[in-house]
Every structure is written in C-alpha cells, then in structure tokens.
C-alpha cells in the first residue's frame, strides 16, 4: 500500500520540470555489451513506472528492447499509455508480479520503493522475475545523507516518516544479498545549493504539485508553512538546501 493516492495526482504529476527522464544509462550500459541481435531480444522493466517518463525516454533511445511498466495506479498508467503506445503497461502490485520467472534481462525501479511495506518480497519478486545475469537498478533519496534538507527543517514530520519508509544504505545492500542478490554495491550523490525562500514558499503552497508533504499530516503541513512564514517575516531570502541521491545495482546469480 502507497503512502500516497496517486490516482488522485496523476493528472498533475508531470507538471513539474523535474519529472522529466532522459535515457536510462545503465539499461545503455548492459545493451552495449550485447551483440545487435541480442539487443532485440532484451526485455526491461520499470516497476512503480508512473506516469512512465522513463521508458518513453527509453523508447526513444533503445527502440529495439521490449519495454514494461508496472505501477500500482491506473490513473498513473492511463497518462503513461498517452505517451506511447509501444511499452506495455501494466497495473500491478510489486509484491506479486504477473510475469514468468526469468522474463527479464533488466529491472530498475526509481522513487518508489519506500511507498512498499513488504519490501523484501517485492525484492525477491524483482529477482524471481530477472533472468540469470540479469541486472537490477534501484534509484531513490537517500535522507540518511539529507541533514541539511530544507523541507525536512521546516516540516519535521516529513523527515520522520521518511526515516521510517526508507531503508538506510547498510540496509538495502544487506537486503538484496538476504534475497540472493550478487554484486551488490550502492553509490550516494549529495547536491548542495541555497534555495531562495520566497520562491520556494510559493511552490510548496500547492501541495497538490508536492507528493512528499501530501504524506504529511494537515497540521504538520500547516505548522510547516508557519515556519516558512515566521522566517519570511524576518527577512529570510536565502536557505540552505540538500539532496542525496542513491543508486543500488545488482546482479541477479
């Protein structure tokens, strides 16, 4: 079960411009170790796809792999399905999928893992599914590595849930291998930049455009933006503001 109704966001979902995906490089990097013939016969899936901004990047850059998109929302897939005809979409839970064992040479799955409370069954679930070599992607936030995050100083209740849905790196590496994931390995990018508060307070007060404060409470959401207000109020232009980013790849044995 999401923490979020999609079906509810999803004709607003892409209205931000940092929805939009670019060609995914490491379904790039496993294609360019196969011969043309065998890139034909590739199968890739993107699990918690959403609106599918990714394989529609994907399509365009790799027409010749057979693409997938899973999520558990129909509102999310039905803007999907007007972006492109040609990925197959599909609604589904993570947690028991409706392929074969082995139907896959790739899996990848971004910002979507900490929406799912079974998450060592929707792991081994991504492994059942890959066939052997195949290569597991998973991409989200990373707020072990986020003390400096301005919406986490000003909503705490964001921070505190996020450190309950989310698994620590040590965690998620310790996961995949508990599955029986092989060539674990996780890497973290940290962006740092001051964020003009003004601008940022005009943003967050639709918080239909914001997923993230939709799992905060009403009050922790108001009690935010009094924050924001309060330092507003005393001239405040400039905040500090951070993002971690982490990417875990694996091999399925």
């Known amino acids: 079960m999401a923490r979020i109704d999609y079906d509810a966001i999803a004709h607003l979902y892409d209205s931000q411009p940092f929805r939009t995906k670019e060609a995914d ?62 990925v197959r ?26 929406h799912v409370k079974d998450k060592r069954r929707l792991m081994a679930e991504v492994l059942r599914v890959l066939r052997p070599g195949g290569r597991f992607v998973l991409q989200n936030i990373c707020p072990e590595r986020m003390r400096e995050s301005a919406q986490y100083r000003y909503f705490p209740e964001s921070a505190a849930l996020d450190e309950r849905d989310f698994l620590k790196i040590a965690e998620l590496k310790a996961l995949c291998r508990e599955v029986g994931f092989a060539d674990v390995c996780a890497e973290v990018n940290v962006r740092r930049w001051e964020r003009p508060l003004p601008l940022w ?28 207000d309060e330092d507003l109020a005393r001239g405040v232009y400039l905040v500090k503001d951070e993002v971690a980013l982490v990417t875990l790849v694996a091999r399925a044995p």
């Open 25 to 86: 490089p490491h379904l790039g990097d496993l294609l360019r170790t196969l011969s043309t013939g065998e890139r034909a016969s590739v199968r890739a899936l993107d699990l918690g796809c959403g609106t599918g901004n990714q394989q529609a990047a994907n399509l365009a850059s790799f027409p010749e792999v057979k693409l997938f998109g899973a999520d558990l929302f129909r509102g999310m897939l039905k803007q999907a399905a007007g972006k492109t005809r040609q």
């Open 89 to 114: 979409w599909l609604q589904c839970d993570g947690i028991a999928l409706p392929f074969r064992a082995g139907t896959f040479h790739y899996v990848s799955t971004q910002f979507s893992l900490h």
């Open 201 to 228: 307070a005009q943003e967050l007060r639709r918080r239909d455009l914001n997923s993230s404060l939709q799992a905060v409470s009403d009050e922790g959401y108001a009690q935010g933006l009094k924050r924001i």
